[in-house]
């Protein structure tokens, strides 16, 4: 796959990869990568842009772990006084029977963030919480969480919790957007080999001007989902209103977009349980349904724009500025 | 009018484009007759190609559209990040197009690395002012996507050359002085290895520019025939032969860098059109904003690129189909907003929304078609068999 990251992002990205890869079950792998030492220094451009490309490397080896929430968490962490890596935010999710809360990855011996907006941010032990888990495909362990408003320990009125909730959301949204365009770049290097080892009619499908039209638009929407994500990360507080929910409606309709052209080169094979194509889809498919749909975050956004008519562009001085850092 | 009283004064803004980005801003706020004669919806293209013109004259005289480029091609140093910070800026100060200076962007840099510098010298300060404009005859009735097939010839003559054959889908002939030409040196057979760029007089005798009026009513492409035009040795573009490394000069630059221009006034629509637009819309405003955020920073890494003196190469694909998908997804809202588009023309404000909406259903065509983009991809990044 091709690629516009900065060769140290690169590094980070492959290094990141291959310690997924081969972490012993009941090891962390967030601790082998430094990954902990990293979230203390997300003001530093290099600490942050190797912080987030661990999740494009979640995404790619369907790795799973507690980073999306320890993150989300981090801007709490001056408030409630937690080190990196004791306190993981629960994401409030939509749900047929109202607002739930899930955590991802395994949170044994963490502590819980709640940060409700209108009633600020509590927490609690993982162990005082019921956690069901949610079949979700995908490799992806995802647990409801079921708590009794009485265990909760409130650390931050709401006054206290709305800039970190802004940031925390900021830094979920595009870590999300990059595990997205991981699960994407997974399923459309599987779809683009199988392109050029199967054979109908006495050629590669590959050959096909048809297919091979589907995986050139598939690696476009992973190219300019790239580009926005890692212009997130670049420009981080210089960001412009709403960036963050731009990058993350860009990932899910992009993200979505790829796992479907990937499934039509694929053919029935990726239709199978057998074959891995269904993970990279079901993870596209769940992560897209945490801190706002693209479906939701594209709607709101239009609206916003068109009643408060501001122009959502990220000013040309930023962008100058941050292509330095 | 201080900042070009002399090199020291212009060496602040040209070895800083962020302070250069800052002093134009505050050029613009006093809001100069120039811009506001140019910066509103005109429906005429005539009068847009003029109005463009008159505020080039004013920011060259005012030393702004003189950033970017070179001393010796009338310029005051800098690079294209200065170009592309000018045009961000007057498209947002409500500029519609760059309308014919797109060439500038598109033809300027090649013929300044390529051209024989005493001519350009001359020539290009006038692009540079809006004095005099160019156009690119590449394209032929024969050879469109296959452009190493074409036929218009160039034959050794008294010392020069004289061209005759036939160019179409030439964007601004009618209201260009000068012309790239692509014409073949060589043999048929010999493909791309024969062609040889020359600048050809517009003006001379032997040139007929028929304005083609197309479907959104503008009239900004043309065909335009040669018979027996005769040519300088000096406006030979390159070495004879080296007439494909133009075109691929040209093409490598252009893909890479034009999406940022381009998308500016697109992004200038979307703000022009705010006021038409309803909730049921909404959707497909936000996918638009999407589609131009991309088109956006990845444009705007071709620019770095550029500036950085490389070329995207053929990942210039991509800046091409994310500009076309924006301009696209915008349109598609402008269609949905705007009652009048599809019925009627009331208005410049009106006409120009249906010119744009039309258009951006070509803009998968030129400029080389989504399927040679799509094949580039395919080919060179993906390696399929």
């Excluded at chain 1, 459309?188 to 050959?207: D, M, N, W």
């Excluded at chain 1, 929910?245 to 080169?265: D, P």
Aim: hydrophobic share 45%; glycine share 8%.
């Amino acid at each position: 796959m091709t690629s516009v990251v900065a060769s140290s992002d690169r590094e980070f990205l492959d290094a990141a990869g291959a310690v997924l890869r081969s972490t012993a079950p009941g090891e962390d792998p967030l601790e082998a990568l430094g990954w902990w030492d990293l979230l203390s220094e997300l003001t530093d451009h290099d600490a942050r842009s190797a912080a987030l490309a661990l999740f494009r490397a979640q995404g790619r080896e369907l790795a799973d772990s507690v980073a999306l929430g320890a993150l989300i968490a981090q801007p709490y962490l001056a408030v409630t006084g937690h080190e990196p890596g004791q306190l993981v935010a629960a994401i409030a999710r939509r749900s047929r029977r109202g607002e739930r809360l899930v955590v991802v990855g395994d949170v044994t011996d963490r502590t819980l963030l709640v940060d409700r907006p209108g009633r600020g941010a509590a927490v609690v032990a993982a162990s005082k919480v019921e956690l069901v888990r949610v079949a979700v495909p995908g490799r992806l362990a995802l647990h409801e969480v079921r708590v009794d408003d009485a265990e909760l320990a409130p650390v931050a009125t709401e006054d206290e919790a709305v800039a970190a909730r802004a940031r925390g959301l900021f830094l979920g949204r595009v870590a999300a957007g990059l595990e997205i365009l991981g699960a994407a770049e997974g399923t459309l290097t599987l779809a683009v080999a199988h392109a050029g080892a199967r054979e109908q009619f006495g050629r590669p499908i590959g050959a096909f001007q048809a297919v091979r039209h589907l995986l050139a638009w598939a690696q476009t929407d992973c190219v300019a989902l790239e580009s926005v994500v890692t212009t997130a990360v670049r420009l981080d507080d210089a960001a412009p209103p709403r960036y963050s929910e731009i990058a993350k409606a860009l990932a899910g309709r992009n993200g979505r977009r790829v796992c479907e052209r990937s499934m039509q080169v694929l053919g029935a094979i990726g239709f199978t349980e057998e074959h891995d194509h269904h993970h990279f889809h079901s993870r596209v498919l769940a992560l897209d349904a945490l801190l706002g749909t693209s479906a939701e975050l594209t709607h709101a956004l239009g609206a916003w724009c068109r009643e408060t008519r501001t122009d959502p562009a990220t000013p040309v001085t930023a962008l100058l500025a941050s292509a330095g850092a | 009018m201080l900042h070009i009283t002399g090199s020291s004064e212009s060496g602040p803004l040209r070895d800083d484009a962020c302070a250069y980005a800052v002093a134009f801003e505050e050029w613009l706020a006093t809001r100069p007759a120039a811009l506001e004669a140019a910066a509103h919806p005109i429906a005429s293209y005539e009068q847009r190609v003029a109005a463009t013109s008159a505020l080039m004259r004013v920011l060259y005289d005012e030393g702004w559209a003189r950033y970017g480029w070179p001393e010796q091609l009338g310029g005051l140093g800098g690079d294209i990040v200065h170009r592309a910070v000018m045009w961000e800026a007057l498209a947002r100060h409500g500029l519609l197009s760059m309308a014919v200076y797109e060439h500038l962007e598109v033809l300027a840099p090649t013929l300044a690395a390529l051209g024989n510098p005493a001519l350009m010298a001359r020539l290009l300060p006038r692009f540079l002012s809006g004095t005099e404009t160019w156009s690119q005859g590449f394209s032929e009735p024969d050879a469109g996507s296959d452009l190493a097939s074409a036929r218009t010839r160039a034959v050794a003559r008294d010392g020069g050359w004289a061209i005759t054959g036939r160019k179409i889908w030439t964007s601004w002939s009618r209201y260009a002085t000068w012309c790239l030409v692509l014409a073949r040196t060589g043999t048929t057979e010999s493909r791309h290895r024969g062609l040889t760029a020359f600048v050809v007089d517009l003006r001379h005798p032997g040139v007929e520019v028929r304005p083609i009026v197309q479907a959104n009513g503008t009239d900004e492409l043309a065909e335009v025939t040669f018979d027996e035009v005769p040519v300088d040795a000096e406006r030979l573009v390159g070495e004879i032969g080296g007439g494909w490394r133009v075109a691929m000069h040209i093409l490598a630059h252009e893909r890479g860098t034009y999406g940022w221009f381009r998308h500016n006034f697109l992004q200038r629509e979307v703000l022009d059109n705010l006021s038409l637009g309803a909730p049921e819309g909404d959707t497909l405003l936000g996918n638009a904003l999407l589609d131009l955020a991309a088109i956006r920073s990845s444009s705007f890494a071709g620019v770095r690129a550029h500036a950085a003196d490389s070329v995207l190469g053929p990942r210039a694909a991509f800046v091409k189909l994310m500009l076309a998908a924006s301009e696209q997804a915008v349109n598609d809202w402008v269609l949905a907003s705007d009652p009048d588009l599809a019925v009627g023309v009331q208005d410049d404000h009106v006409a120009v929304n249906r010119q744009e909406y039309l258009f951006s259903r070509i803009v998968t065509v030129y400029g080389g078609s989504q399927q040679m983009q799509l094949d580039t991809i395919a080919k060179q990044i993906l390696r399929l068999p």
